[in-house]
Every structure is written in C-alpha cells, then in structure tokens.
C-alpha cells in the first residue's frame, strides 16, 4: 500500500515555481552575479510589487524576486528600510491585521510610480554597477513588468481556491500563454 499523498498543497506548488524561476534566471546569469540595484530602483520595485494589492514584506521580497526572474532579491531589511521611507513619505499605507503588518499603495504612490515609468521609459539606461549578461529586468518595458507582477497572486488564487477542471483549464491556458511567449522571442 503507498503511503503518498493525492492532496495538493498551494503553498508547495508556489515556492517550487518561485524556485524553478530562480534557478532558471541564475543558469543565464554569467558567474552568478546578482545585481544590486540602488536605492531609488528598490523603492519604485517596492511600489510596483503593491500596485496588484497590499503585501506583507516578505511577500514583496519574492513579489520583486519572481519579477526579477531570481536575478535580484532585495533583503528584508533592504525592503523594511525602503518601506519605512516609503511610508514617511506618504506613497504607502501601513495596518496592521493580526499579527501581520501590510503595506499597500496610497494615491500619491501610484502617481509616483506612474512618474518613475515615466522617467524609466525615456532613460532606460542601467547603473554601470550592475553586471548582466543578457538579463536586464530593470530595463524592461514597464507594462510588461505590470502584467508580470499580476501573475503570481492569480496562479496562488487557483492554486488554493481553483477545481482539479479550473486548474487543468488553468494549465492548458499557461502552456499556450509560454508557446506563445516563445513566438514573441522568436521574432527578429
């Protein structure tokens, strides 16, 4: 008799994409070099990682992390001090709920945000101090970082709330969006 389980746990299924990402990024990153981007790129990350709703800090950590294909993770503490100047400066709101501190984005944060886009579209240049091979997040269009950034909070919500159809129908639609995502890069 197998002592295996058929139970699905989210949680597992999120951390081993979040890992699978993070060792795909590493393996095109030359010598394993991370980038350090400096402090106004961490505090416009922050910014964009609430923009999809409010998050504790250790989820923008891997928000910014998946985002970054694992070629970046900002510390905690790097991203408590980001969200403390942050929230000094009136971009962000902090409540606590339980035991837990979340951090959402106020009005005048999205139009910060919406100026750093702004500024990152017409200088898309990259600190010199930051050694990519080919991968270059932080120079990215900015609607395709958006709609990244969206991404994880729905694969989470059908992976914890979805059917075994909702979540095959899921899989089939991942799979098309990946094939096509293939074309995409294919073109010259």
């Known amino acids: 008799m197998s002592t295996t389980s058929n139970s699905f746990d989210p949680r597992q299924a999120i951390e081993g994409l979040f890992g699978y990402v993070k060792d795909m990024a590493s393996n095109t990153l030359k010598g394993g070099i991370k980038a350090q981007p400096d402090e106004a790129r961490l505090e416009v990350a922050v910014l964009a990682a609430l923009e999809s709703g409010a998050k504790t800090a250790t989820q923008i950590v891997k928000s910014i992390s998946l985002v970054a294909g694992g070629t970046w993770a900002p510390t905690d503490g790097q991203v408590n001090k980001a ?3 942050l929230t000094v400066a009136e971009f962000v709101a902090a409540k606590t709920k339980g035991d837990r501190k979340l951090f959402s984005l106020t009005k005048t944060g999205e139009a910060e945000l ?3 886009r702004d500024k990152m579209a017409e200088a898309p240049s990259v600190s010199p101090t930051m050694n990519f091979s080919n991968l270059n ?3 990215c269009e900015p609607t395709f970082l958006k709609a990244a950034s969206k991404l994880p909070p729905v694969m989470f919500d059908v992976a ?5 159809e909702q979540q095959a129908r899921a899989a089939e639609i991942l799979d098309k969006a990946r094939h096509e995502l293939h074309k995409v890069l294919a073109e010259k």
């Open 83 to 85: 969200l403390t100047k």
């Open 114 to 116: 919406e100026s750093a």
């Open 137 to 139: 997040w932080m120079s």
């Open 160 to 164: 914890q709330t979805a059917s075994r």
